[in-house]
Nanobody, 124 residues
Framework: QVQLVESGGGLVQAGGSLRLSCAVSGDTFSKYAMAWFRQAPGKEREFVAVISWTGVSTSYTDSVKGRFTISRDNAENTLYLQMNSLKPEDTAVYYC?????????????????WGQGTQVTVSS
């Protein structure tokens, strides 16, 4: 059973940066496409970014393009989300998720494995 553990969240001022990490264990990391989602209070969970199992292909929601970068290190079994130029509207709990190798999707329902989430708070 694959397990995902996020870290790196915190409180940052608008314009600042954070790097989230997601450590994966229990199975071969490179078997999975990986994604980041976020959920703000009172809102539905939304897609942020996805990366293919090779790391070659990535996709982002429009609101984070040019500011966030998703990456992975298959040797270290770790997924990353570099977040720059943070805005108050980026405040949310951020989740990493894993899906089958050939998944490249934005719908949360297509990801069977989830971490517990890490809080990101951006102050104005």
């Amino acid at each position: 059973q694959v397990q995902l553990v996020e870290s790196g969240g915190g409180l940052v001022q608008a314009g600042g940066s954070l790097r989230l990490s997601c450590a994966v264990s229990g199975d071969t990391f490179s078997k999975y496409a990986m994604a980041w989602f976020r959920q703000a209070p009172g809102k539905e969970r939304e897609f942020v970014a996805v990366i293919s199992w090779t790391g070659v292909s990535t996709s982002y929601t429009d609101s984070v393009k040019g500011r966030f970068t998703i990456s992975r290190d298959n040797a270290e079994n770790t997924l990353y989300l570099q977040m720059n130029s943070l805005k108050p509207e980026d405040t949310a709990v951020y989740y990493c998720a894993a899906a089958g190798k050939y998944t490249f999707a934005v719908r949360p329902a297509l990801y069977p494995y989830w971490g517990q989430g890490t809080q990101v708070t951006v102050s104005s």
